[in-house]
């Protein structure tokens, strides 16, 4: 429940607080954008989550700050901003915890003070007036009390609705995609009540993940990976078994009632600019369906489509060969010998349970790689925010997603640079082992570590559990290059080196995602959304200019009506709540001016 706080003196944090606060609204009731930039530091970042912008955009600076402002004060009309919790400061910055209002909506925030003003903003949009979640005190009866004829039970009135969408009734919504992305904005929209579809190749909710290799486990930890609504048990193991987030999603998916289609695949999509909507063709287990929403979201993951090189010889290669995303495991290559082309995440894991099944086991490194030991990740970069004693000091995943969302992209780097400092010297003889064995190390182009690689190209690294320790010691092979070509049984690098193999196993990484746009559309709608992902950071495999926000990811793009969503578990979750509010509001006929529409900078 939201505290009631009572105002202070302007020389303590929650004065400050409550002065800058009433300053920035009376600004904003007068429509003055000039003035309630001027409340913002010289050097200043405001980040939107679509309350004011129906966008994810940050703005920088004062001039960025009164440009939002005059494009948006008319429509979201704000007002009632109030700190929610006591104020607290710490080397000259004050930070505080809001809620506000705005003509369609209601939002939650964050505000960094110094002493020029705001240094950070960040407001978030939770529901739409008259369009609340039932939840709480809202939440549905469940049984229809009193005597009715035809009362149709729940499970009759479910079967009722999965038999008419698509066929008597259109949805609103089809997402592509029904991994953890898909299956989230899927519980999102059935609890705002927008019809909708989620489509997925696979027989079962969960199958992307029980397909991949044996040995796959997540990364992240279990604070960090809960989906809406529903965390994990609370005896949940701190890395998940892929298995076992398979069956997860698969009860998630049956329990918060998603309409789902397995065994379906998209095999092409058009938009009709006239009336406003798709036609998406599927084949939905061998059964032809055409359906025809207002919207399509693309939620086919954050990676995009796999890279697969292509290399002179591997018609002629007489072994097994396959893409990361395609490895079966490791038990049919005990006593082979395995060339793993590539060294961040999969190739690594493959890396070493190929070795813990008595393969032999080449690893080609072709560029240098970040890595960081998973439980420093965890003590060091992730524990003040996921961790059980995040959780235990107040930090819910609620807030531990809106404290890492109020750091703007911008300078998140600046907060990396020291934690992957200690991380460093904690593993200084870590470090120095793989080096000697000539792996190839690096810390981001500017030292930053993983999560800005994440955030800026989604690869380059790997989280060592383990098998970072078979390279440094020898017992995984490394070679470096790249590969001329393939002869009968053996990997030829460019140098000249000759690699026997027995398997090739392609650790190459994914492209953009919009190439399943140019698959699923056509590449004409593909290079007029452009490259998805990234921050323009102008860092390795991410071109400037600057971009400010993730690329087309879960906003309005140039296309009308298409939409991106993904990323890991923790996007998956937090992200689905902005994108699936767009979406309703959408379909509730709500106007929705987008300030800030994406530029189209790069087409891959």
Known sequence: MTQTLEPRSATTPRGRVDAWLADFEAALAARDAERAAALFATTSFWRDLVSFTWNIRTAEGREGVADLLRATLDGADPSGFRATEEPTEADGVTEAWIEFETAFGRGRGHLRLVEEGAWTFLTTLYELKGHEEPQGEQRPMGAEHGARRDRLSWKEAREAEAAEMGRTRQPYVVVVGGGQGGIALGARLRQLGVPHVVVDRHERPGDQWRSRYKSLCLHDPVWYDHLPYIDFPKNWPVFSPKDKIGDWLEMYTKVMEINYWSSTTCTSASYDEEAGEWTVVLDRAGEEVVLRPKQLVLATGMS??????TIAGQDRFRGDQHHSSQ?????????????VIGSNNSAHDICGALWEHGADV???QRSSTHIVKSDSLMELGLADLYSERAVAAGVTTQKADLIFASLPYRIMHEFQKPIYDAIRERDADFYERLEKAGF????GDDESGLFMKYLRR??????????????????????HGT???????????????ELPADLVVYATGYGSMNGWAADLI???????????WGLGSDTTKDPGPWEGEQRNMWKPTQQPGLWFHGGNLHQSRHYSLYLGLQLKARYEGIPTPVYGLQEVHHVA
């Open 440 to 443: 190839l190390l690096d810390f």
């Open 483 to 497: 590969v001329r070509e393939l002869t009968e049984d053996s990997v030829v690098l460019d140098d000249g080196t």
């Open 304 to 309: 995009g489509k796999a890279s697969v090189p």
């Open 327 to 339: 490895h079966p495991g490791p038990d049919a290559y005990a006593g082979k010998r395995a060339v």
């Open 362 to 364: 080449t690893m080609v």
């Open 458 to 479: 989604g690869s380059g690294y790997y989280i060592d559990v383990g098998a970072a320790d078979l390279v440094a010691n020898g017992d995984v092979k490394l070679v």
């Open 522 to 532: 056509s590449q004409e709608v593909a290079d007029k959304v452009g490259k998805v």
